[in-house]
C-alpha cells in the first residue's frame, strides 16, 4: 500500500510515518496542496492524508482537485480543527474521512479496513 502525506509541518509527517509504519509499503510526501495533484497523478496512491490548513495552499481545494480527476482516490483529511463546517466542506470536496491529528490511532485502524 502506498500512501501520500500532504502536510506542511516536517515533525507532523514523521509522526504519521512513524505511527503507519509496518502496515504502509511506501510513502510520498510533500507540503503543499498544489503540489498533491502532480504527486498524485506520477504515483497513484492508495490513500492520500491531507492537511486542511497548509502554507501556501488549501487542503481542500487540493482534495477537489485530486478528487475531480481520480473519482476512486480516497483521501483523508487530516487535521486539528473539530470543526462542523470544515468537516462538511471537508466532505462535498470529496473526502471519505476526516481524521483528528489527536487521534492518528484512527488512521491504523482506517488503514486496515477496521473503521
Known amino acids: 500500500m502506498k500512501v ?3 502536510e506542511d509541518d516536517r515533525a507532523m509527517r514523521e509522526l504519521i510515518k512513524r505511527v503507519l509504519r509496518g ?10 496542496g498544489s503540489e498533491a495533484l502532480a504527486i498524485y497523478e ?10 486542511i490548513r497548509l502554507k501556501d495552499s488549501d487542503g481542500l481545494d ?8 481520480w473519482p476512486n ?6 487535521t486539528s480543527y473539530n470543526d462542523t463546517s470544515l468537516r462538511e466542506a471537508a466532505k462535498r470536496a470529496g473526502a ?3 481524521v483528528l491529528k489527536e487521534n492518528l490511532l484512527e488512521l491504523v485502524q482506517l488503514l486496515e479496513g477496521n473503521a
Not at 42 to 51: K, S
Open 23 to 32: 502496515r504502509v509499503d511506501s510513502f510520498c510526501e510533500c507540503s503543499d
Open 73 to 78: 482516490a480516497r483521501v483523508v483529511i487530516v
Open 4 to 6: 501520500l502525506i500532504v
Open 42 to 51: 506520477v504515483e497513484r496512491p492508495d490513500w492520500v492524508l491531507m492537511d
Open 96 to 98: 471519505c474521512r476526516y
Open 62 to 69: 487540493a482534495t477537489q482537485q485530486i478528487t475531480s480527476a
